[in-house]
């Protein structure tokens, strides 16, 4: 019997967190999801506060994945190094707080979750998530294994997944909070797509006030925090159908909640 595993992006804001609360336990059942993995990096709109890392596992969430605002928030820091189901990127300095990847059991089965980061456009410099991958792997034992790749590069994400093509059962991209339209297997069995997309306001630019990134492309200085946009919400993610026995991806769907 297959297993259907859910991947949600990158969650912004109250708003989104609040959505997702209604949304993701009913769809879940619709779907027959057995794991669900959300990107929760956006959360407090710009890092994640650990109340709010509690509210998304509570919303249906097994394990939430971290990006480049993994610490923005200082009160995350000592509770990622007690959170089991809450990761960061793995490829970050070995002094960062948490773990950036976890085998966990599920009654579908033995599922790893690797939390990576990439190198291109970032203003940061992490390890290579290509070493960082393989190393992980090595220490793996679960036949079903899950990246979050939280990169800015379309051409970083594509060529981890290729690189990864029959090693792991699926890879999809976070960070840019745009839905591709490219969820698709690769040749040795691998699910992929390039970017989940985001949970949060719809009328937004990347979940944000419109007028907000407006004013940064204008130049004008940004006087107030970032602030998540009002209206309409969505999710946006993508099911991946896996064969447990050999975690080979059978098959992959983009989906869209909207209101």
């Not at 990096?41 to 998304?56: F, H, K, R, S």
């Not at 596992?57 to 009160?75: C, I, K, P, W, Y």
């Not at 919400?233 to 909640?257: N, T």
Request: proline share 4%; aromatic share 6%.
């Amino acid at each position: 019997m297959s297993v259907n595993i859910l991947a949600i992006g990158d969650v912004v804001g109250e708003c989104g967190v609040d959505f997702l609360r209604r949304k993701l336990w009913s769809f879940r059942k619709l779907k027959g999801i057995s794991f669900a993995v959300v990107n929760g990096e956006n959360t407090d709109v710009v890092g994640i506060t650990p109340a709010q890392a509690d509210e998304l596992l509570a919303a249906g969430a097994d394990v939430v994945t971290l990006g480049n605002h993994s610490f923005q928030r200082g009160a995350i820091i000592n509770y990622l190094d007690d959170a089991v189901n809450v990761l960061r990127p793995s490829n970050l300095s070995p002094l960062s707080p948490g773990m950036g990847w976890r085998e966990y059991d599920t009654t579908a089965g033995k599922i790893a979750v690797i939390n990576l980061i990439g190198r291109c456009g970032m203003d940061f410099g992490p390890d290579s998530p290509f070493y960082e991958a393989e190393r992980v792997l090595k220490k793996l034992t679960a036949k079903m294994v899950l990246i979050d790749f939280h990169a800015e590069a379309t051409s970083e994400k594509a060529a981890l997944a290729w690189h990864l093509d029959g090693r792991i059962s699926a890879l999809w991209g976070t960070h840019t909070h745009v839905q591709t339209s490219d969820a698709r297997l690769l040749p040795k069995g691998t699910g992929f797509i390039t970017d989940l997309g985001m949970t949060g306001a719809a009328d937004s630019i990347l979940g944000v006030r419109p007028e907000q990134s407006i004013a940064r492309f204008l130049g004008e200085p940004r006087r107030v925090p970032y602030s998540q946009a009002g209206g309409k919400r969505k999710i946006e993610g993508a099911i991946f159908e896996l064969d447990p026995a050999s975690g080979r991806c059978l098959s992959v769907e983009a989906v869209r909640i909207c209101e």
